[in-house]
């Protein structure tokens, strides 16, 4: 069984940064995907990445701002997020599944989630 912790949240001011990391253990997936959820938001998509790290894909609404990458020796994938706006405020998961989507519903396991909080 596969289990995603995720850490690194917090609260930071606008234009600010934070990495989040995910650690995987167990039977692990292929790809590997941020999502965030802000209070009365539907799930939203934030960044995928292939475990051969070969192909990424950023949602529209962070690129140029975040980068999604991995360390395969400690079986990690991170999340650094640079230039933060208030907009960004949410709780962050990370989840792994068989298909490399955008798709909440194609993963197949997440994390915890943890919260991150820029303030204006």
């Known amino acids: 069984q596969v289990q995603l912790v995720e850490s690194g949240g917090g609260l930071v001011q606008t234009g600010g940064s934070l990495t989040l990391s995910c650690a995987a253990s167990g039977r692990t997936f292929s790809n590997y995907g941020w999502f965030r959820q802000a209070p009365g938001k539907e799930r939203e998509f934030v960044a995928a990445m292939s475990w051969s790290g070969s192909t990424t894909y950023n949602a529209d609404s962070v690129k140029g701002r975040f980068t999604m990458s991995r360390d395969g020796a400690k079986n990690t994938v991170y999340l650094q997020m640079t230039s933060l706006k208030p907009e960004d405020t949410a709780v962050y998961y990370c989840?792994?599944?068989?298909?490399?989507?955008?798709?909440?519903?194609?993963?197949?396991?997440w994390g915890q989630g943890t919260q991150v909080t820029v303030s204006s």
């Open positions: 989840a792994t599944g068989s298909y490399y989507s955008t798709v909440p519903a194609d993963y197949d396991r």
